[in-house]
């Protein structure tokens, strides 16, 4: 887009000057600030109702004031008797115990006593009658009528005092201390309290913490959503990871970018919340404005602006009084992880809840990442096993704009500030998101492809967890190679005989054929220059005659080789922007990002954009024989193999490999 007559007024050139930094520190020297800065008020106690307090933390301790059980009851079915009348039964040898006319069940008082050669059938959880002092099983007896056609009690076995009987108080005893102040709350403490009557609890408030979105780009969910502008999503992770961390969250929506709004919507949060979160307006560029306003608070304001922190430098913290209020970065990944870094703890703290356990692992890097030095960075990881059962950590490159980055990681590592590169193989320490690893059934490396996508989603509807990384056809044959995934997703042509994928087998990988596609160009259909172009060669003139821009794909992929094969040396405008799926790629030129791409014909439908034919091509599965048989693999090709799935790929524009 040239030849623009306007210009940028001496005002928006002014918004645009970047503002340095106020002071920048260290990761530890941020969290320092906040301790010495922060204060908070100590929490109040609340009693709630026994059905409110799950997640809370109790403030007293708690003592029972009855017995739990309250009476002697029968752990089983069977029959209440004296010990001393069945001491010598056997199987060989049954003795005869007379039956007493009731039966015992939950809840019922016996009416008679348990006297010598007598018995009483008694279920589970009834209260043993007088006179009993043990229960035998159901299976240990039968039944028999005497002589005058009165029911008589058979025992195979003895037994011993107190069989199958819980006593009064065994559970807990009035006066005992069942729970302590500062536990954390569960279905199973609740169930405790509930059994010893409790109806209300005394349990600390929560801290307050209320949270807002700053950015005339912003959306809240539910909206329709016009050209150029974003849902809120900041808001509803942020929130939900506050309360993760014991808090009580206020949402106070979106301030669009004015100091007056802004101001308005932090007063509302200060005068309710101990804590308020911001995201967006930290990083004091263009549009950005939330720390002006922020910088206006007192005793002491603002304690530092900046972290040397890899995602998270533009953090900002301000104190005032006994309220925090923190700047997050805007971008999801960012923000999240900030929040976890220095804001989660505070709110654990201030709940009396334990401090999260660091549970870290050894892993080796699967490919180099670079680092910038200077600051700290932190990487996001997904794990997987090899066939060793090492430990590999797969980088998760998203950038901190992605919303699914940290919901994907199972951890991450993080890279000294002097440190520039750590290569593939280093063993790093990466600490794991959440309480628990959970390994997939299935790891599939290689091509991004929508058939694909849908064949993992039926194989997650079975109940297999399902991970895959698009890093190219390439890639997946490393992986493969390196028995680091189950499955690898290829569509590498053999330039010596032209014949899809059958070169990359070995004696340790075995090809499974999968589908057939077809490459092709992507254009939008009101793109005057590209009207005429109806061959790829056309269309190659087109683009070397005008300035027309393009999205490329990632090195390494299969679609990767044939845009060069196409572009036969030739490198257009655009040719160094890559990116890693078909469907980013159909998305970037249908939101006029750029004006050609290379993607499959399926795609490219469900776009709505034109479509020249350059390839077609077979996407084939290439799986270590060592893994063959595992029960995840044998159930993903079945499904490959299943009537109704290959009719869908079908629909879906897939041809079918017979």
Same mark, same amino acid.
Not at 160 to 184: A, K, P
């Given at each position: 887009?040239?030849?623009?007559?306007?210009?940028?007024?001496?005002?928006?050139?002014?918004?645009?000057?970047?503002? %340095?930094?106020?002071?920048? $520190?260290?990761?530890?020297?941020?969290?320092?600030?906040?301790?010495? #800065?922060?204060?908070?008020?100590?929490?109040?106690?609340?009693?709630?109702?026994?059905?409110?307090?799950?997640?809370?933390?109790?403030?007293?301790?708690?003592?029972?004031?009855?017995?739990?059980?309250?009476?002697?009851?029968?752990?089983?079915?069977?029959? +209440?008797?004296?010990?001393?009348?069945?001491?010598?039964?056997?199987?060989?040898?049954?003795?005869?115990?007379?039956?007493?006319?009731?039966?015992?069940?939950?809840?019922?008082?016996?009416?008679?006593?348990?006297?010598?050669?007598?018995?009483?059938?008694? #279920?589970?959880?009834?209260?043993?009658?007088?006179?009993?002092?043990?229960? $035998?099983?159901?299976?240990?007896?039968?039944?028999?009528?005497?002589?005058?056609?009165?029911?008589?009690?058979?025992?195979?076995?003895?037994?011993?005092?107190?069989?199958?009987?819980?006593?009064? *108080?065994?559970?807990?005893?009035? *006066?005992?201390?069942?729970?302590?102040?500062?536990?954390?709350?569960?279905?199973?403490?609740?169930?405790?309290?509930?059994?010893?009557?409790?109806?209300?609890?005394?349990? &600390?408030?929560?801290? $307050?913490? #209320?949270?807002?979105?700053?950015?005339?780009?912003?959306?809240?969910?539910?909206?329709?959503?016009?050209?150029? %502008?974003?849902?809120?999503?900041?808001?509803?992770?942020?929130?939900?990871?506050?309360?993760?961390?014991?808090?009580?969250?206020?949402?106070?929506?979106?301030?669009?970018?004015?100091?007056?709004?802004?101001?308005?919507?932090?007063?509302?949060?200060?005068?309710?919340?101990?804590?308020?979160?911001?995201?967006?307006?930290?990083?004091?560029?263009?549009?950005?404005?939330?720390?002006?306003?922020?910088?206006?608070?007192?005793?002491?304001?603002?304690?530092?602006?900046? $972290?040397?922190?890899?995602?998270?430098?533009?953090?900002?913290? +301000?104190?005032?009084?006994?309220?925090?209020? +923190?700047?997050?970065?805007?971008?999801?990944?960012?923000?999240?992880?900030?929040?976890?870094?220095?804001?989660?703890?505070?709110?654990?703290?201030?709940?009396?809840?334990?401090?999260?356990?660091?549970?870290?692992?050894?892993?080796?890097?699967?490919?180099?990442?670079?680092?910038?030095?200077?600051?700290?960075?932190?990487?996001?990881?997904?794990?997987?096993?090899?066939?060793?059962?090492?430990?590999?950590?797969?980088?998760? #490159?998203?950038?901190?704009?992605?919303?699914?980055?940290?919901?994907?990681?199972?951890?991450?590592?993080?890279?000294?500030?002097?440190?520039?590169?750590?290569?593939? *193989?280093?063993?790093?320490?990466? %600490?794991?998101?959440?309480?628990?690893?959970?390994?997939?059934?299935?790891?599939?490396?290689?091509?991004?492809?929508?058939?694909?996508?849908?064949?993992?989603?039926?194989?997650?509807?079975?109940?297999?967890?399902?991970?895959?990384?698009?890093?190219?056809?390439?890639?997946?044959?490393?992986?493969?190679?390196?028995?680091?995934?189950?499955?690898?997703?290829?569509?590498?042509?053999?330039?010596?005989?032209?014949?899809?994928?059958?070169?990359?087998?070995?004696?340790?990988?075995?090809?499974?054929?999968?589908?057939?596609?077809?490459?092709?160009?992507?254009?939008?259909?009101?793109?005057?220059?590209?009207?005429?172009?109806?061959?790829?060669?056309?269309?190659?003139?087109?683009?070397?005659?005008?300035?027309?821009?393009?999205?490329?794909?990632?090195?390494?992929?299969?679609?990767?080789?044939?845009?060069?094969?196409?572009?036969?040396?030739?490198?257009?405008?655009?040719?160094?922007?890559?990116?890693?799926?078909?469907?980013?790629?159909?998305?970037?030129?249908?939101?006029?990002?750029?004006? &050609?791409?290379?993607?499959?014909?399926?795609?490219?439908?469900?776009?709505?954009?034109?479509?020249?034919?350059?390839?077609?091509?077979?996407?084939?599965?290439?799986?270590?024989?060592?893994?063959?048989?595992?029960?995840?693999?044998?159930?993903?090709?079945?499904?490959?193999?299943?009537?109704?799935?290959?009719?869908?790929?079908?629909?879906?524009?897939?041809?079918?490999?017979?």
């Amino acid at each position: 887009m040239t030849g623009h007559s306007k210009k940028l007024s001496a005002e928006q050139i002014k918004t645009l000057r970047q503002e %340095q930094f106020l002071n920048v $520190v260290s990761l530890e020297e941020a969290k320092s600030r906040i301790q010495e #800065a922060f204060v908070a008020l100590s929490p109040k106690v609340s009693y709630k109702p026994l059905h409110q307090v799950r997640e809370r933390v109790l403030a007293e301790d708690i003592y029972s004031s009855i017995d739990v059980p309250g009476f002697d009851r029968s752990r089983v079915d069977g029959f +209440a008797l004296r010990v001393e009348d069945i001491f010598s039964a056997h199987p060989q040898n049954p003795l005869c115990l007379s039956l007493l006319p009731e039966i015992i069940t939950p809840g019922k008082t016996p009416e008679y006593e348990v006297t010598k050669g007598t018995a009483t059938a008694i #279920a589970t959880g009834g209260m043993i009658p007088r006179g009993a002092n043990a229960v $035998v099983m159901v299976e240990q007896t039968d039944l028999r009528e005497d002589p005058a056609g009165d029911p008589q009690l058979l025992v195979y076995q003895s037994a011993n005092v107190g069989q199958f009987i819980s006593s009064s *108080g065994s559970d807990m005893s009035n *006066g005992e201390l069942i729970l302590r102040q500062g536990q954390l709350l569960t279905s199973r403490e609740i169930g405790m309290l509930a059994a010893i009557g409790l109806s209300k609890v005394p349990v &600390w408030e929560k801290p $307050v913490v #209320a949270v807002f979105s700053t950015g005339d780009e912003l959306v809240a969910p539910g909206n329709p959503l016009p050209p150029g %502008q974003i849902y809120d999503s900041n808001a509803a992770i942020l929130g939900s990871a506050a309360e993760e961390a014991g808090a009580e969250v206020l949402y106070l929506g979106i301030a669009v970018d004015t100091r007056e709004a802004i101001k308005e919507k932090l007063n509302q949060a200060l005068d309710k919340a101990d804590i308020v979160l911001l995201s967006g307006g930290t990083s004091k560029g263009a549009g950005d404005i939330a720390y002006h306003c922020v910088a206006l608070l007192k005793d002491p304001g603002i304690i530092f602006h900046g $972290v040397a922190l890899k995602p998270g430098k533009p953090l900002c913290v +301000a104190v005032s009084g006994h309220k925090l209020v +923190a700047i997050l970065p805007g971008f999801p990944t960012s923000a999240i992880f900030t929040f976890h870094e220095f804001i989660a703890p505070l709110l654990r703290r201030m709940s009396f809840r334990p401090e999260d356990s660091k549970n870290e692992i050894s892993a080796k890097l699967a490919i180099t990442q670079n680092s910038d030095r200077g600051r700290t960075e932190y990487v996001m990881v997904s794990l997987i096993r090899n066939s060793l059962e090492d430990y590999i950590a797969y980088p998760i #490159a998203k950038g901190s704009g992605s919303v699914t980055s940290f919901s994907q990681a199972d951890g991450f590592f993080s890279i000294p500030a002097l440190t520039e590169q750590l290569t593939a *193989g280093t063993e790093v320490q990466v %600490q794991i998101i959440g309480q628990h690893l959970h390994m997939p059934d299935l790891v599939i490396i290689g091509s991004h492809c929508t058939g694909l996508d849908y064949l993992v989603s039926q194989e997650s509807l079975s109940g297999m967890l399902v991970k895959t990384f698009s890093i190219g056809s390439m890639g997946g044959v490393q992986a493969a190679q390196k028995e680091e995934c189950d499955i690898a997703g290829i569509h590498l042509i053999d330039p010596k005989t032209g014949q899809y994928n059958t070169h990359c087998v070995t004696p340790d990988l075995t090809l499974i054929k999968g589908y057939g596609r077809l490459q092709g160009i992507v254009f939008r259909k009101d793109a005057t220059f590209l009207k005429d172009a109806k061959t790829p060669s056309e269309f190659l003139e087109v683009i070397k005659t005008h300035s027309l821009l393009m999205i490329n794909r990632n090195a390494g992929s299969g679609t990767r080789v044939v845009i060069d094969a196409f572009l036969n040396n030739f490198k257009p405008e655009g040719y160094l922007h890559t990116t890693r799926s078909h469907n980013a790629v159909a998305a970037a030129v249908q939101q006029k990002r750029a004006d &050609w791409g290379v993607t499959i014909e399926t795609v490219a439908k469900s776009y709505g954009l034109g479509f020249i034919a350059l390839r077609p091509e077979e996407y084939d599965f290439l799986i270590p024989k060592s893994r063959l048989h595992r029960p995840a693999v044998q159930k993903f090709l079945q499904l490959l193999h299943t009537p109704t799935i290959r009719s869908h790929l079908k629909a879906m524009g897939f041809s079918i490999i017979e």
